[in-house]
């Protein structure tokens, strides 16, 4: 097959690749699926252009649980703010490790007190100690396309991920144009976007006890992350 030569050609090229179910990746990274969907669709970049649509960016995201999507992974300001906040937060769980496992909201502070605050340019985290942390808007300019135009492919996943075991089923497809900011900072205030911490120590081997950063993702379901777009459409 060659690359799509428009938005029908494109629309049929995804469904081919929607009935070859599982594909196993092409690359054992966390942009794996990125890469296997670009080789399954035959183009070089992630950047596509069709005659009928424009330039078009190329997003693959994995589907979890409940159709929840991680739009973001990334540590906060300053360096060592994940660290400084642990320490600050943890708690002992059932096998007496420290831990904080931590879904932060916008419109209220959680067991851990911490709460989401949305800035000018920053999303900063309100907490019991004044721990600073925040992230700079700039983290999800992965979400913003140079030509305002995203094809957003979704893959229901099994196997380890991030390991040459991993495969995709990429089940769903849409063409969003122009992140309308407003509605993504009143994403994070009306609770629909949320941030992850996954924060804690090894249970085991050399490393035990010590500290453990899985890292912190921004997560929000499928159909309100669709909704932070202008105008989105369902391809298949």
Known sequence: MAPP??????????????????????RAHDTGIGKTLEDLLEIPENNLRLPDVGEVELKAKRLESG??????????????????????CKYLDK???YNLHSTVCGSRSNSQGLKAMVLRDSVSIENPNSVVVYWAISVFN????????????????????????EC??????YLLSTLNKEKFAGAITNDKLKIDFR?????????????????????????DFLELFNSYKKLI
């Open 5 to 26: 030569k428009n938005l029908e050609g494109l629309v049929k090229k995804l469904n081919i690749i929607k009935d070859m179910g599982f594909v196993k990746t092409h």
């Open 67 to 88: 159709s929840m999507l991680t739009i973001a992974t990334k540590s906060p300001m300053p360096k060592g703010a994940n660290r400084a906040l642990f320490e600050s």
């Open 95 to 97: 096998e007496g490790c």
């Open 142 to 165: 992965d979400l913003v396309s140079k030509s305002n135009q995203i094809l957003l492919v979704l893959a229901v996943t099994k196997g380890e991920r991030k390991t040459m075991n």
């Open 168 to 173: 995709f089923h990429f089940t769903e497809a």
């Open 199 to 223: 924060i804690g120590v090894y249970r085991s081997g050399k490393y035990k006890g010590k500290y453990h950063d899985h890292g912190t993702g921004f997560r929000i379901s499928k159909r």
